[in-house]
């Protein structure tokens, strides 16, 4: 049984708008803070968007900050990433993971190993 899997990827124009999911199975993701992450083609994964396990604050990399939007549902046990005004530069493997998630000057950062679940990923492709 995956820990986390991704869903709601897919292909979008330029200017679209799409919302991932992450949903949680045998765990309870409340006591997890939730960071999704991403990775383009010939590129190193990166932080994309977090959201803590506490207060519920959120975190954003530059290149999304205004566009996306993270949010979490305890009651569905999903967290969801609501992406508008998509880029083309936006296309990448979108994967979800519960752990200690790391911020640094409040944008959220991939440490190897740093969490502790991991979802396969959902695919998103922007067109021009």
């Known amino acids: 049984q995956v820990p986390l899997e991704e869903s709601g990827g897919g292909l979008v124009q330029a200017g679209g708008s799409l919302r991932l999911s992450c949903a949680a199975s045998g765990f309870t993701l409340d006591y997890y803070a939730i960071g999704w992450f991403r990775q383009a083609p010939g590129k190193e994964r990166e932080g994309v968007s977090g959201?803590?396990?506490?207060?519920?604050?959120?975190y954003y990399a530059d290149s999304v900050k205004g566009r996306f939007t993270i949010s979490r549902d305890n009651a569905k046990n999903t967290v969801y990433l609501q992406m508008n005004s998509l880029k083309p530069e936006d296309t990448a493997v979108y994967y979800c993971?519960?752990?200690?998630?790391?911020?640094?000057?409040?944008?959220?950062?991939?440490?190897?190993?740093?969490?502790?679940?991991w979802g396969k990923g959902t695919l998103v492709t922007v067109s021009s």
């Open positions: 993971a519960a752990g200690p998630l790391t911020v640094i000057g409040g944008r959220p950062v991939f440490v190897d190993h740093g969490m502790d679940y």
């Open positions: 959201i803590s396990s506490s207060d519920g604050s959120t």
